[in-house]
């Protein structure tokens, strides 16, 4: 923790150590007496404690000042960050049952990379060629998974290999990307005031956005109906853009960014919104989290035209799991599967693709 912000450290002090424990990448507190840790993937019950209910409830409601924002009975959740980056989403009784109930996703101080990712075994070298030809050859890209699974992590990794002459647009909820590009122009949602003013969204920066020449936009996560807004964005010139967004499969995302544009509000024929969702993504990869706490790029799949009104996936590569080892170790490997269908658009580029078996 920075020490211009020491009156965080001391409402946070029970859990400090995992605060600066880089192998911790997360920490949750059920209540004052009950916190666990997720370190390496896998989740551990801790020992620390909080004083008293009011003591925890202190420190929650002393980071949402420090963020400029409100956690009372009116205002009874909170998304917000610490100040080395970290973000934090709060709940207080009684919505929260056992007590003030606190998650800290912890920022990572080193940028995991391609190269980190290969090292870790969460990718392949086939698929980081398929990656860099799906980001040069400016194809949309939304990275899916669920909850921890690492879809922040990839979506860095994507980002990497966007040329750094291009101006890229960054729309956060709270700042995450560590985009490594010379002209990055981030942008963050604003929360409403006390009196349920001062409100700016994602909806309202994507519309900035289109207005301020981007060569791509780069969205943190799709949650609602900004989802529209970024489809119409996307089919309407704007090229080589990524986000993410919660989804169980590649083929569940398409239905997700569905029902997150019907959250908008606007009337629109399903027929025309699928078209609309088919024509604007180009690609999903796919991450997920292992029963060994691993996380992997569980598949990469182009999207494909609708047939019959449904949608299409091909899978370029999946994740293979052939066995659990008696550590409880998944092994696996890598597996290409499809030829892409811009073949012909990366021999143009001299962009190599990955040699998929006959």
Known sequence: MDNSNSFLVLFLEPIRAYLEDDDVSE???????????????????????????????????????????????????????????????????????????????????????????LTYGSLSEDAIKLIRALVLLHKNVIVSGATSSGKTSVLNALSSFIPNGERVLVIEDA?????????????????????????????????????????????????????????QALNTGHAGSMST?????????????????????????????????????????????LSDGSRKILAISEVLPLK???????????????TIAPDGKVEGRFVLKNRPTFVDQAAIAKLELPEVPR
Not at 194 to 203: A, D, F, L, Q, Y
């Open 308 to 322: 019959n009104g449904d949608y299409q996936v091909s899978d370029f590569l999946v994740w293979q799991t052939d």
């Open 175 to 231: 700042s995450e990307l560590q985009l490594q590009q010379e002209h990055i122009v981030p942008f963050e949602t604003r929360k409403p005031d006390k009196n349920g003013n001062g409100e700016v969204t994602i909806r309202d920066l994507i519309h900035s956005s289109l207005r301020l020449r981007p060569d791509r936009l780069v969205i943190g996560e799709i949650r609602g109906g900004e989802a529209l807004d970024l489809l």
């Open 27 to 117: 920490i949750m507190i059920n209540g004052p007496t009950s916190v666990y840790i997720e370190k390496k993937g896998k989740l551990q019950k801790t020992d620390a404690k909080f004083i008293s209910e009011p003591a925890l409830k202190a420190a929650a409601s002393n980071i949402a000042k420090s963020v400029g924002r409100l956690l009372n009975e009116d205002n009874p959740r909170l998304d917000a960050r610490l100040p080395d980056g970290s973000r934090v989403h709060a709940v207080i009784p009684p919505l929260a049952r056992c007590g003030t109930v606190i998650a800290i996703r912890k920022f990572k101080k080193d940028t995991i990379t391609i190269d980190k990712m």
């Open 245 to 289: 967004i919660h989804a169980n499969t590649a083929l569940d995302c398409l239905f997700r960014l569905e029902t997150c544009a019907l959250l908008s509000g606007i009337d629109i024929p399903l027929v025309a919104l699928r078209a609309q969702v088919a024509s604007a993504i180009n690609a999903v990869v796919h991450t997920g989290r």
